[in-house]
């Protein structure tokens, strides 16, 4: 059974996208997360100039997921720009750029040079909890600004990633995206989240605060891609939904709340063998019930 999927144009041999941020670092890596056979692979998010990002520790487990606060660690611009075009070369397949920005200029800055790397598609990650200052994702008008001042010098299909944080004002977020000129939606980022080690009574990372992904953000991530699903599906807009996806029935389920994609990031930690199974458990459950993938897309949403 075919499990191919375009977004936008862009053919993806299955529906499963590795995650920006998660082994996104290096073209080899990049190589083999897409021959284990993720349907595409997302880079870290690239930044307009070169970022230390915060000290260990950056990553804490907790039993239904992971907190993270990496704080968009980045090499120099243009070495980041050699990289992608690295990755582009060697993975036989779709490749998305990640990209960040302090400002609508930084964003138009890295998109216009990214893009003339070749990726599939670039996605705008508007959405990180981890550094100072808003998260633009929050705003739908600064959303719309950064939108706006790359649309003109990305050639490529645009993704916005939007952030869970407020669930309630997403779908504005979205149509707003939308109606700047993004192309594809990806939903959710991490959710802003603490993890206190009793023992010293401390957070455990140097951040702080981190970004939670894994189990726990699943439903949060389900109920975003739903409610973005009202809002854009009859502008045609489709959506990689991202969020604790570890199982084939995972994937189907943000299926079903509205993707056409979906991301896979935390669990691929324990073994990259994760997108294999993940298919192999979609496609079991599609011919047993004689469906297509197609028709699983937004079915929650039927009465
Ligand atoms: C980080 O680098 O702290 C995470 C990036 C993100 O969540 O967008």
Do not use: W
Not at 79 to 95: D, F, T
Not at 224 to 236: G, K, M, P, S, T
């Amino acid at each position: 059974m075919s499990l191919e999927v375009r977004l936008c144009g862009v053919r993806l041999r299955n529906p499963t996208v590795l995650a920006a941020g998660v082994l996104g670092t290096s073209p080899h890596i990049l190589k083999r997360v897409y021959d284990a056979g993720a349907g595409a692979v997302t880079t870290k998010s690239i930044g307009p100039r070169e970022r230390e990002g915060h000290p260990n520790p950056v990553v804490v487990e907790f039993e239904c997921g992971l907190l993270n606060a990496v704080g968009l660690p980045s090499p120099p611009l243009e070495e980041s720009v050699e990289n992608l075009r690295r990755a582009v070369k060697l993975v036989k397949g779709s490749v998305i750029a990640s990209i960040y920005g302090e400002t609508a200029a930084d964003f138009r800055h890295v998109a216009s040079l990214v893009s003339e790397a070749e990726p599939a598609m670039v996605e705008l990650n508007i959405s990180c909890p981890n550094v100072e200052g808003r998260i633009p994702a929050l705003n739908p008008a600064e959303s719309a600004k950064i939108v706006g001042a790359v649309r003109d010098v990305v050639k490529q299909p645009l993704i916005v990633k939007l952030s869970p944080t407020d669930t309630f004002t997403i779908k504005e977020v979205a149509r707003a995206v939308v109606d700047a000129g993004a192309d594809v939606i990806a939903a959710v980022n991490t959710m802003p989240a603490m993890v206190i080690d009793v023992d010293f009574g401390r957070p455990v990372l140097s951040n702080r605060r981190g970004g939670m992904s894994g189990a726990a953000l699943r439903p949060i991530a389900v109920r975003c891609v739903y409610d973005i699903y009202e809002e854009v599906a009859d502008a045609n807009v489709p959506i990689i939904g991202i969020g604790g996806v570890s199982s084939g029935r995972d994937a189907l389920e943000m299926m079903m709340a509205g993707a056409s994609a979906v991301g896979v990031g935390t669990a691929v930690l324990k073994g990259l063998d994760v997108f294999k199974r993940i298919l192999a458990e979609m496609e079991e459950f599609l011919e047993k019930r004689c469906l297509s993938l197609a028709e699983v897309v937004g079915m929650a949403h039927g009465r």
